[in-house]
Each structure stands twice: as C-alpha cells, then as structure tokens.
C-alpha cells in the first residue's frame, strides 16, 4: 500500500485544514488508516485513526472535538478534518496504515506498516 499526504498549509490560529491521504496498491477498504504527527524535536504522537469501514474512530485527546476523521474506501481516502488549530498542532502530519489493528494498538505507530511522506501543518499565532 502506498500512501500519499496532502493538504498542508500555513494557516492563522484559529482557521481550518483538511488534509487528505490517499492510497493506492493493496486493498485499502481492509486498512485502519492512521494520523499521526511530529513537531520539531518532539516524537512523532498519534492523532486518530479510523477503522477500515469507517464504523470506529478514535483521536487523541489533545485534538477531540477539533479534528474529525473520515474515509471514502470508493476514492481510496482517508481525509482529516482540522479546526479551531493552534500554533501547538504545527507539525508535519503522516499518515499510515495498517490491516488488522486491534483495537488497544491503534495508538501504537508500530501496529501499522504502511507510512505517507507527510505533510506540513504551520499554524502562526
């Protein structure tokens, strides 16, 4: 499976990104597709994920109620939804995937074997 992140950008505190990943080879409907993050000396950090039907999401509690995952297994995307941002979430935003990821490893980046080459996220204050 190859994945591909898009959608980064400068934006001011407070304002809106949707950033999509879009995947091709393998079977992407059976993928839980995951969002990840790394900041600038800090370690990459999970974001959310969504389970191959779409039917279980799951984020980190820095970005519930802000971020909101979504995929269309008919475009092979997987789009992340970003608002109300602060300069906190300026980072370069991965996604990754993954067959099979039980539930209490979602949050782990080593449950999934597929990695995007991610895409940069600056929020300015």
């Known amino acids: 499976v190859q994945l591909q992140a898009s959608g980064g950008g400068l934006v001011q505190a407070g304002g809106s990104l949707r950033l999509s990943c879009a995947a091709s080879?393998?079977?992407?409907?059976?993928?839980?597709i995951g969002w990840f993050r790394q900041a600038p000396g800090k370690e990459r950090e999970f974001v959310a994920t969504?389970?191959?039907?779409?039917?279980?999401?799951y984020y980190a509690d820095s970005v519930k109620g802000r971020f909101s995952i979504s995929r269309d297994n008919a475009k092979n995307t997987v789009y992340l939804l970003m608002n109300n941002l602060s300069p906190e979430d300026t980072a370069i935003y991965y996604c990754?995937?993954?067959?099979?990821?039980?539930?209490?490893?979602?949050?782990?980046?080593?449950?999934?074997?597929?990695w995007g080459q991610g895409t940069l996220v600056t929020v300015s204050s």
């Open positions: 080879g393998g079977t992407f409907s059976r993928q839980t």
């Open positions: 990754a995937a993954g067959p099979s990821i039980i539930l209490s490893a979602v949050r782990d980046s080593r449950s999934y074997a597929y």
């Open positions: 969504i389970r191959s039907n779409g039917g279980y999401t």
